[in-house]
């Protein structure tokens, strides 16, 4: 079976630009959560969805936003960009059922904002 | 202070020694905890998650959950040069659907 997915796979943007970001979970997983993780730290939460509805939200402004499909697909996009904006992003998609449960990560987006 | 703390490191341990990671958070609450590896340029990799106290083995990995302390921990046995990268430490809370991460310990396994 095909592991969570992620695309683009890199991304260069300027100041002010918007941005989004796609993610299609491990088949048969319904919660999708995304993550900032800038270099030398650990990923930061920004969204859960479970079944198309916003579970959770983390401390980021509101240029941040996301959404879920009904193929559980997910896409987080980011307006108004800032050079701070630059950082991994990461989708993890987790078993169903329960929200909190184990979560397993993509690739990531390597996002770099000039 | 930080819902999830790790020492940075970086640890440096010789090849067949155990590696002793340790991971403290602050939600009492707190019911699951996972520990991801992570290589350079890569994306967090699940090693282990634990939700009882005690110990859980898998291989050369154990992780150990004491509740009471707010405290897990993960062992490496036989430590090998792959097993050199950075391990997170990720706790769910009990007050919203989120996983927090811990910064990251660094391990480097020598020759």
């Known amino acids: 079976d095909a592991g969570v997915t992620q695309s683009p796979t890199h991304l260069i943007k300027t100041r002010g630009q918007q941005v989004t970001l796609r993610c299609s979970p491990i088949?048969?997983?319904?919660?999708v959560s995304w993550y900032q993780q800038v270099l030398g730290q650990g990923p930061q939460f920004i969204f859960q969805?479970?079944?198309?509805?916003?579970?959770g939200r983390g401390n980021f402004p509101d240029r941040f936003s996301a959404r879920q499909f009904p193929n559980y697909s997910s896409e987080l996009n980011v307006n108004a960009l800032l050079l701070g904006d630059s950082a991994l992003y990461l989708c993890?998609?987790?078993?169903?059922?329960?929200?909190?449960?184990?979560?397993?990560f993509g690739p990531g987006t390597r996002l770099t904002v000039l | 202070q930080k819902e999830v703390e790790q020492n940075s490191g970086p640890l440096s341990v010789p090849e067949g020694a155990i590696a002793s990671l340790n991971c403290t958070y602050s939600?009492?609450?707190?019911?699951?905890f996972f520990w991801y590896r992570q290589y350079s340029g890569k994306s967090p990799e699940l090693i282990m998650s634990?939700?009882?106290?005690g110990d859980k083995e898998d291989g050369r990995f154990t992780a150990q959950l004491n509740k009471a302390s707010q405290y897990v921990s993960l062992l490496i046995r036989d430590s090998q040069p792959s097993d050199s990268a950075t391990y997170l430490c990720?706790?769910?809370?009990?007050?919203?659907?989120?996983?927090?991460f811990g910064s990251g310990t660094r391990l480097s396994i020598r020759p």
């Open positions: 993890a998609s987790s078993s169903p059922g329960v929200s909190t449960d184990t979560q397993y």
């Open positions: 088949s048969g997983h319904k919660s």
């Open positions: 990720a706790v769910s809370l009990s007050s919203a659907s989120k996983i927090i």
């Open positions: 634990i939700y009882s106290n």
């Open positions: 939600d009492r609450g707190s019911q699951s």
């Open positions: 969805y479970y079944e198309k509805e916003e579970r």
